[in-house]
């Protein structure tokens, strides 16, 4: 069974840096891609970015482009959210999640393994 555990979220200041990780077991996840997306009280989840295990290939959501890098340790089967220049409506409950194919979507429906999520609250 697939486990994703998400570790790294904290209360910070506007501007400030902080990196999420997510440890994935249970599966080989070399044909994985994997997904942070986000979550702030009374909206919908949102994507964030993507990365395709096999290659690399990252793609991200319109609001962080340039701010957040998402990069992986295959070898440690984990996953980073470097997020950088954080604003105050980066504050979310941030969620890691796996899918097995190719093709990194932004939607949450494609996903089939979520972590518990992990509370980010930058303040100004």
């Known amino acids: 069974q697939v486990q994703l555990v998400e570790s790294g979220g904290g209360l910070v200041q506007a501007g400030d840096s902080l990196r999420l990780s997510c440890a994935a077991s249970?599966?080989?996840?070399?044909?994985?891609?994997m997904a942070w997306f986000r979550q702030a009280p009374g909206k919908e989840r949102e994507f964030v970015a993507g990365?395709?295990?096999?290659?690399?290939?990252?793609y991200y959501g319109d609001s962080v482009k340039g701010r957040f890098t998402i990069s992986r340790d295959n070898a440690k089967n984990t996953v980073y959210l470097q997020m950088n220049s954080l604003k105050p409506e980066d504050t979310a409950v941030y969620y890691c999640?796996?899918?097995?194919?190719?093709?990194?979507?932004?939607?949450?429906?494609?996903?089939?393994?979520w972590g518990q999520g992990t509370q980010v609250t930058v303040s100004s």
């Open positions: 249970g599966r080989t996840f070399s044909n994985y891609v």
């Open positions: 999640a796996a899918d097995r194919g190719t093709v990194i979507f932004a939607t949450v429906r494609q996903y089939d393994y």
């Open positions: 990365i395709r295990l096999s290659d690399g290939i990252r």
